[in-house]
């Protein structure tokens, strides 16, 4: 038995994890693996692809991004924007389905987020033998309560408020920092929490920057003259404003709230306000311990789950334990944060300000 498999959207540190994973389960088993490079890209003809032996996987598990390449432009991409669906082409799903007859392929993990997700499940009502593995850093894909990446995101998050930190309190400055998290605000609101944010802002809570300039006047005149701020990137403005830089792919590019609220905070209070966006640090470098062990694990369950040809199902963390779910129910449905949940009620508990 010989199965595929392929990395599609956005890298996120675990990547490697899962295919350490992937190559070791299957290789007890008794089955070959194959991996495709630049996501889908790689099974359109001439077929871009590489063996993977466990010797090929040794010592990957701590490196980020991933050793396949992947891309989040592609024949196959299945989301336009941030709602509307394409249809891939009929000629992609032909090609796809010869690439695996040829490589004598029968079954394919593809690891991914969202709109992958729903280019999985196209190929799979198409009758490919398809299995799915859920990744994002924003960690919120609503059939799993986790995917890997997202603590390894929290923890860079994490380790620039620390340094941040030091210097606002130094010049008794603002800092606002824009986090990742398209359209949940976990990121923003874990990296918040536990980097001693003082303010922070998410796409699930309306914020007033008149409350929020509110909260820095009252620290301030209890001594506390400088603010940290994290606001998630797809938090909206209060007039319902987006910031968005361009279009790349077949998604819109968020960032930019960032420097759009220290500029407003500044006028508000008269503080000398800075900005600074993570950007992509979030996502590159070493996979956190956990994110390493979900990697593998999901990796491992999806070998499972293709060893059974339980196929058209994805892996998903639920209490602690991978088991899984079908495709269907986890595309689409985005999982934000409960504005009256336990976690935005510990926020609230410690002190920190959600701009409401
Ligand atoms: O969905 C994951 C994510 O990291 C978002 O948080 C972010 O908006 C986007 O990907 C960035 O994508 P790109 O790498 O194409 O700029």
């Not at 599609?8 to 190559?23: M, Q, R, T, Y």
């Not at 992947?70 to 690439?99: C, M």
């Not at 130094?170 to 609101?189: P, T």
Request: a negative charge; charged letters at 20%.
């Amino acid at each position: 038995m010989r199965i595929g498999i392929l990395n599609s959207g956005g890298d996120c540190p675990g990547l490697n994890a899962v295919i350490h994973g992937v190559v070791g389960a299957a290789s007890k088993l008794g089955m070959e693996v194959i991996g495709f490079r630049d996501g889908f890209e790689g099974l359109l003809p001439p077929a871009d692809y590489v063996q993977l032996d466990p010797e090929d996987t040794v010592g990957i598990m701590k490196l980020g991004g991933t050793i396949l390449g992947t891309t989040n432009k592609s024949h196959f991409a299945s989301r336009l924007g941030t709602d509307d669906l394409k249809e891939i082409a009929e000629q992609v799903v032909t090609l796809t389905r010869e690439t695996l007859r040829e490589l004598d392929i029968c079954a394919l993990i593809v690891v991914g987020g969202d709109g992958s997700l729903g280019t999985a499940l196209h190929l799979y009502n198409a009758g490919i033998p398809v299995i799915g593995v859920p990744k994002t850093i924003d960690n919120d894909l609503q059939a799993t309560a986790m995917t890997f990446g997202f603590d390894s995101a929290v923890s860079c998050v994490v380790d620039a408020l620390d340094r941040l930190h030091t210097t606002a309190v130094s010049h008794k400055r603002v800092m606002v920092v824009e986090v990742m998290g398209r359209s949940a605000g976990w990121i923003a609101l874990w990296g918040g929490i536990a980097g001693g944010a003082n303010i922070v802002l998410i796409p699930e809570i309306e914020f007033n920057l008149e409350k929020v300039a509110a909260c820095i006047k009252e620290r301030e005149s209890k001594g506390n003259h400088s603010t940290m701020i994290v606001v998630a990137e797809g938090a909206s403005l209060p007039d319902g404003d987006l910031i968005t830089k361009d279009e790349c792919g077949n998604s819109v590019r968020l960032g930019g709230i960032g420097e759009v609220i220290a500029d407003r905070i500044s006028t508000l209070t008269g503080k000398e306000t800075r900005a600074c966006t993570l950007g992509h640090l979030q996502r590159g470098g070493e996979p956190t311990s956990l994110d390493r062990i979900l990697g593998a694990r999901f990796g491992v369950k999806a070998v499972e789950l293709a060893h059974g040809k339980r196929f058209g199902r994805m892996v998903s963390y639920q209490s602690y334990y991978v088991s899984s779910v079908t495709i269907e129910e986890a595309v689409d449905k985005v999982r934000k944060v409960d504005p009256e949940g336990q976690v935005v009620h510990t926020a609230r508990a410690i002190g920190i300000c959600l701009g409401d």
